[in-house]
């Protein structure tokens, strides 16, 4: 079993629209979490922590439920630049390791 | 302010031939260091890291190794690669827990 799982999608919704992915993790040490967007062939850039308490930016938000270990975004009023893939990350080990999802990709059409 | 620089930037080599990708960090010192793989339409998976000098941890047995000879220095080699070596490596350091930074990533085909 993948350390972090996410549906690899694609999500093809309309501009305006609503979109949330989650994501599992099956190490319950795992400490820290993100969400990680990578355009097509670039590198990952980081979007947003992810806190249990729940963190909001903008259209974004992200929440954490360590009880049933899997982290969530929620995407508001898509626009066509939110295409992308989006990445969960799990730190682990004293922040040592810092493992990726395969990430979800997401198409925002006109 | 801490820059990550990674290189080259695209590779093509033969089957069988030796590999060296290298990384280095500015502005930082005694990061955390890691070697990904990002293969055609997948995600990333976590080949190495490292906590110091000379101390690797590998994820996956693979045709690869690293090494870490500078603090601040991250190297990725093989010494016969293999086809399904190709893909886009990337190189990432942090800095405790707040952010992974990514070097520009190398192409690397195999043929």
């Known amino acids: 079993r993948k350390e972090v799982e996410q549906d690899p999608g694609p999500f093809n919704v309309p501009e305006g629209a609503t979109v949330a992915f989650n994501c599992t993790y099956s190490n319950s040490a795992s400490q820290s979490f993100f969400w990680y967007r990578q355009d097509c062939r670039k590198e990952p850039k980081l979007l947003m922590s992810v806190y249990s308490s729940g963190n909001e930016d903008g259209r974004f938000t992200a929440q954490l439920n360590r009880a049933s270990q899997y982290i969530s975004l929620l995407i508001r009023d898509s626009k066509l630049s939110d295409s992308a893939t989006y990445l969960c990350v799990a730190l682990t080990g004293g922040y040592q390791k810092v493992t990726f999802g395969t990430g979800t990709k997401l198409q925002v059409i006109p | ?111």
């Open chain 2, 1 to 111: 302010s801490q820059t990550i620089h990674q290189w080259p930037a695209t590779l093509v080599q033969p089957v069988g031939s030796p590999l060296s990708l290298e990384c280095t960090v500015e502005g930082t010192s005694n990061p955390n260091l890691y070697w990904y793989r990002q293969a055609a339409g997948r995600g990333l998976q976590l080949l190495f890291y490292s906590v110091g000098i000379g101390q690797i941890s590998s994820e996956v047995p693979q045709n690869l190794s690293a090494s870490r000879p500078q603090d601040r220095q991250f190297i990725l080699s093989s010494k016969k690669l293999l086809l399904s070596d190709s893909g886009f490596y990337l190189c990432a350091w942090m800095d405790g827990n707040t952010e992974a930074f990514f070097g520009q990533g190398t192409r690397l085909t195999v043929v």
